[in-house]
């Protein structure tokens, strides 16, 4: 007997995020967060890249 397929099927499970942030992977709301998270990922690299060179 396979009692994996007795009973009731189970739903299938979400978390719901919270309602001001985007889920995973979606794009970002506005063209200046994004931006400005650009920017700061420049400037990030840009950093370690001096930190290993110096």
Known sequence: ???GKSGNPKAARDRQ???GQPRKGAPLADA???A???HLLARMK???KAK???
């Open 1 to 3: 007997m396979d009692y």
């Open 17 to 19: 995020a919270a309602p």
């Open 32 to 34: 200046t967060v994004a």
């Open 36 to 38: 400005k998270k650009a």
């Open 46 to 48: 840009a950093a370690a």
């Open 52 to 54: 290993a060179k110096g």
